[in-house]
């Protein structure tokens, strides 16, 4: 399946609509904004309380997701510890 | 008496990180082909591998598979294994391929359009409803095991091509690159189906989180 690329900035000038402010957001935080896009983009949130709170909730997710599964290690059911033994011994590996 | 986090007994729970040291000669016992080396290396990884797995499949069944899977792939190609990175990040790597396979081999299960869960927008370009302010504890209580069940069933619900770029790049924390090598798809493709992502599970958790007063 295509995927849609990115939306691209207005001509410089123009300003950018909340639509393109939020196809920026990804970029602008992984500092891959090109410096005009990144000012339009600063410039768009100091006007749009809108776009501030979909920017500030977007990294909760981000973080959110990170940190709710952070170094989870397992307990491994003993039934699986012998699976794997056996299933090398019959693989004969090694 | 202290026990080797390799040779040892412990508790997936209490088990350290191996050292590189560790590691170095774990391996060597592995290349010589000694027979308790192995369970040594199923010991120290097992739990690991066994909680990415579960991250990334659906059934409990195909994640403990997986993880088999990942063992023989690994007693395999251990010659081919040439110490530039860590065991365990050898082996995480390992558990991912065995669980992307294991997704291709699936039957897509019913899901929703990921349209339904990105912002709308006016034909000037404006959201079509406002963003509203979450609450500002809403990430400290990540720890609590509600929040956290929460976040796992909201990824649950992603569509499937979106949910599993989401789990390696954010969750596994694999780079770009490597989810692109690893899905088969180009940097740019992973990149706007994350930012989607991203965007759906906000739109998912964003009833559970907004401050009161704007509810």
Known sequence: ?94 | MTTSPISGVHTSETRPEPTGDEEHLLLSRLRAGEDRAFDDLVRLAAGRMLAVARRMLHREEDAQDAVQEAFLSAFRSLDRFDGRSRLTTWLHRITVNACLMKLRSQRRRPERAIEDLLPKFAEDGHQAMPSRPWREEATCSADSTEVRELVRTKIDELPEQYRVVLVLRDLEELSTEETAEAMDMSVNAVKTRLHRARQALRALLDPYFLEESSK
């Open chain 1, 1 to 94: 399946m295509s995927e849609p690329t990115p939306r691209q900035a207005p001509a410089t000038g123009s300003g950018i609509t909340c639509r393109e402010a939020i196809d920026f957001i990804m970029a602008y935080l992984d500092n891959e904004l090109p410096m005009e896009q990144r000012h339009e983009f600063e410039r768009h949130l100091s006007v749009c309380p809108s776009c501030v709170n979909y920017l500030d909730s977007y990294q909760r997710t981000v973080t959110l997701g990170r940190e709710t599964h952070r170094g989870n290690t397992d307990d491994v059911p003993a039934s699986l510890l012998k699976a794997i033994g056996a299933a090398r011994k019959r693989s004969g590996s090694a």
